[in-house]
T-cell receptor, first 112, second 110 residues
Framework: DTAVSQTPKYLVTQMGNDKSIKCEQN?????MYWYKQDSKKFLKIMFS???????INETVPNRFSPKSPDKAHLNLHINSLELGDSAVYFC???????????FGSGTRLTVV | SQQGEEDPQALSIQEGENATMNCSYK?????LQWYRQNSGRGLVHLIL?????REKHSGRLRVTLDTSKKSSSLLITASRAADTASYFC??????????FGKGITLSVRP
């Protein structure tokens, strides 16, 4: 019973392609997030949705577009992939208030 | 911009020893959290301490928070080889945005 599941786990694609990563949580949490972890393990928040509403949108290229069809799902679509997009992308969710985040196991994106 | 900065960047200890990791941050916070990440895996939430708390315990973990110095420490007592992982501190501020530090690599030698 995976709490936060994201697919695919690995994604290898060519520059210029468009790809999507899906995330689902079964915890009943109100807020979901996308984080990017680079090769130096630096984690940076990209987006946050609370009950399908975008509340955090960091300085991320327009090529990245999140979509939340319902509060249990937050997908990430990336257009025109570039080499620099190679990273591990983590989905997470949390309850409102002082609670920790639950992370998915990550999607390792490699752009060649 | 990066909020939390952990210290040291890497720590190697013998099994059974205690491991102390420090974190400093720059702006006011609602809470501070510590996470563990095993190689190739997602992050696991370890412990959360609120801005009005000074110390918290959870099993072999002890975390302290000094808001006047904008710093926190995580102590793992009686370390085990299975504690080998990267540890991140993260601060929660406006919009409940969680901002992570660069992480500390802990190696526990059997």
């Amino acid at each position: 019973d995976t709490a936060v599941s994201q697919t695919p786990k690995y994604l290898v694609t060519q520059m210029g392609n468009d790809k999507s990563i899906k995330c689902e949580q079964n915890l009943g949490h109100d807020t979901m997030y996308w984080y990017k972890q680079d090769s130096k393990k630096f984690l940076k928040i990209m987006f946050s949705y609370n009950n399908k509403e975008l509340i955090i949108n960091e300085t991320v290229p327009n090529r990245f577009s999140p979509k939340s069809p319902d509060k249990a799902h937050l997908n990430l679509h990336i257009n025109s992939l570039e080499l620099g997009d190679s990273a591990v992308y983590f989905c997470a969710s949390s309850r409102d208030g002082d609670y920790g985040y639950t992370f998915g196991s990550g999607t390792r994106l490699t752009v060649v | 911009s990066q909020q939390g900065e952990e210290d040291p960047q890497a720590l190697s200890i013998q099994e059974g020893e205690n491991a102390t990791m420090n974190c400093s941050y720059k702006t006011s916070i609602n809470n501070l959290q510590w996470y563990r990440q095993n190689s190739g895996r997602g992050l696991v939430h370890l412990i959360l301490i609120r801005s009005n708390e000074r110390e918290k315990h959870s099993g072999r973990l002890r975390v302290t928070l000094d808001t006047s110095k904008k710093s926190s420490s995580l102590l793992i007592t009686a370390s085990r080889a299975a504690d080998t992982a990267s540890y991140f501190c993260a601060t929660s501020g406006a919009n409940s945005k969680l901002t992570f530090g660069k992480g500390i690599t802990l190696s526990v030698r059997p």
